[in-house]
């Protein structure tokens, strides 16, 4: 008679459609490894104890799945052995996350991801929306909408598939981000079957704002590369963004970061006092993108990788020529810029870039990075090499691995040196989808080997700091002039 009440509470929660409560599946303490194999949420030895938060823990999970039909499972067990769909089990030894982790999300498809209540939520909205796994899991529901059962690991499988599958899957590999600061010790731990993968996330909330002009050098050109505003937050909150499904995954022990920026750029002809020529010169073009990024540190192989997804446009909408006129008509020694109403008109950016760098010489007052870089879209098709130096004090490079607070204060020379292969730029082409321009070159009068370099000065007290750099940048364009500008960057610790 238990059988069969317990065989029709596990028919509810995979018929309903509705929000409501997904009665749990009772698992009784056992020594014996118990089996999940189908989309649930595992709580990490919870409690009945009314006053204990742990209770809490489990009605916020219920709140949050059950609408989904996804079962919220008390379980006081030593392991739990996890099946996927194609056959593949991970063993985890509950008591190895009792005390860091509060449940277990389990889709069917994919590992199960041990986390913080907390989390739940961004989880489980990553967890089981991915458009393969709706379908999938439609199919592992309907296996089990007769037949939804908890099964002994001990109930009698065929010695020989057994050990296949423990030959096939003895590392399993598991990502999780856990929010702990930089400073905070690695923590190996041993669960029996799984290769745990231990990604930090940075909770540093800073702020760095970057002002670039042309008037901001020795020599004032006012030409080319002219004026370009930058916001950029890094936050831990991003991490919990859908963009983040777009970065570039990485599979090793590392500092994570995100960041959103905002940018916008103009670029003029050489000589902005008079009317262009429209012939062997630079276009007037603007452009304002929103960026995601996510940065990658692993101080065991001194590897840095950022990947990056942007989205705006190009055009008179941007606003440079606003901006511009602005600026000029402030400083009464300026003349009115002439000729941006035959600016690069109105397209899409979207656009992907990804720079991987590894330290050829590090230390604590000493940096050497090289660098491989490519981007691709509608904005840039670019792949280049890079040198990177920084010589002073300053935070770790690739993050903290010991338990030492950061430095209160840094103060460095830093020196950049970028070596492009230029296949597609829209400042100078026009843009991909909007042919409709009064000037642009031709891909034959582009350089396709563009060199720039940047050098300056960083200091920070505590949560504020300040950047002063210069820049140089070779001809873009057969015909074209050398170009340098200056910039200024502050930041704040938020």
Known sequence: MKAICFLFVSLLFFTSCHRQQVTKPAIEQSHAPLVIDYPAGVMVNPTKKQ?????????????????????????????????????????????????????????????PMPLRIADLQGAMNQIFNFSEDKRILREVRKANKHNYSLISDTAGHNSIRLWVQQLINQEKRIIVTTPDTTSQKFVARVIPG????????????????????????????????????????????????????????????????????????????TDTRIAPALNNDRPYSSYLYFG???????????????SQFSAGYIGPYSPGSYLQTIVHKTFPTNDAPLGWETQINTDIILNYSLQ??????????LTLLAGLDVQSGTLFNTSGASLQLQVGKADPVFGMTDSKPLPKSEYYFFAKTHLSAMAYNALLQGGMFNPDNIYTLKG??????????????????????????????????????????GRISLLFTL
């Not at 995601?292 to 950022?306: E, H, N, Q, Y």
């Open 356 to 365: 991987v760098q590894k330290a050829i010489v590090y230390n604590d007052k």
């Open 51 to 111: 006053s204990n938060p742990a209770n809490h823990n489990v009605s916020f999970a219920e709140r949050v799945l059950s609408p989904h039909s996804i079962p919220v499972l008390d379980s006081k067990t030593g392991q739990m052995v996890f099946v996927k769909l194609n056959g593949d089990r991970v063993t985890i030894a509950m008591d190895a996350l009792a005390g860091r982790y509060d449940i277990i999300l389990f889709n069917a498809v994919s590992d």
């Open 292 to 306: 995601f990024r996510k940065t990658v540190s692993d101080p065991l192989r001194k590897l840095k990788i950022a």
């Open 194 to 269: 799984v290769q745990w993968v231990e990604q930090r996330l940075d909770t540093r909330s800073i702020l760095k704002i970057n002002f670039e002009n042309d008037l901001i050098t020795y020599s004032n050109t006012d030409r080319y590369f002219t004026n370009g505003i930058t916001f950029d937050l890094q936050a831990a909150w991003l991490s919990r963004s859908p963009l983040q499904k777009l970065m570039i995954p990485y599979r090793h022990k590392a500092l994570v970061s995100y960041n959103l920026n905002m940018v916008q750029d103009m670029f003029t002809p």
């Open 444 to 485: 034959n009068e582009i350089q396709r080997i563009v060199g720039t370099a940047e050098a300056g000065l960083h200091f920070r007290y505590k949560g504020m700091g300040i950047e002063l750099a210069q820049h140089y940048l070779s001809p873009e364009y057969k015909g074209g002039l050398w170009h340098k500008w």
